[in-house]
Every structure is written in C-alpha cells, then in structure tokens.
C-alpha cells in the first residue's frame, strides 16, 4: 500500500505523468521502466509484492536474468526496496521517498 504520507503526491501525479519521468531517469533502461510499474501497480494495492521474477519475466517475454538486472538496477539508485528471502520469493517495495525525488527533479512545479 502507499503510504499515508505519500497518497497526496500520488493523487497529483497520475501514472501517465510518472511514466514520463521515469524514462528520463538516465540510469533506467525500457524494461527497467516496465518492471518498476509491474511493481508499483503491486503495491498500490499491497503492502508488500511477492511477485516471483519468473512471473515478472512471463509478463513482459524477456529472460529472468533480464529481470534480475532490472531489479538490481531500481534497487542501486534506491526506487526499489528489496527484502532478500533465501528459498523464498523477495519482497519488493517501490520506495515512494525516492520516487518524490526523482518526480520533483523532473519537475519543479510539484515540489
């Protein structure tokens, strides 16, 4: 689920206008952008997502380890939360903090 504090920066910024700030992140490449949003949709719902990277992988017809890179990706410039479960499906976690930042550099006006 977002959280609390975050809904009014959710409401303002409709999925269409982050999807353009998205892209303008340099370090993220289409698939990353894409993973991120199977993500983020997850979460807009759930507090957690246990969606497998195989599952990730199966939506969007490219390998696991496409997916994995993308993972590894949103997590190293801090979009993504990853809880590491051995034996297990990770946790994933939009990290809506860091997603403000990346919006209000994108553009001025929101923040």
Request: charged content about 25%; proline content about 2%.
């Amino acid at each position: 689920m977002v959280p609390e504090k975050h809904i009014g920066f959710m409401r303002a910024y409709t999925f269409d206008r982050t999807y353009q700030f998205l892209f303008s992140i340099e370090e993220l490449n289409i698939t990353d952008v894409l993973v991120f949003t199977i993500i983020y949709n997850y979460n807009l719902t759930t507090p957690e997502c246990f969606i497998g990277q195989e599952t990730i992988s199966k939506k969007l017809n490219v390998t696991s380890r496409t997916v994995r890179n993308s993972l590894s990706r949103l997590e190293k410039i801090g979009l993504l939360n990853v809880v590491h479960r051995n034996g297990y499906t990770n946790i994933y976690e939009a990290n809506y903090e860091r997603l403000e930042e990346f919006a209000c550099k994108y553009d001025k006006g929101l923040c």
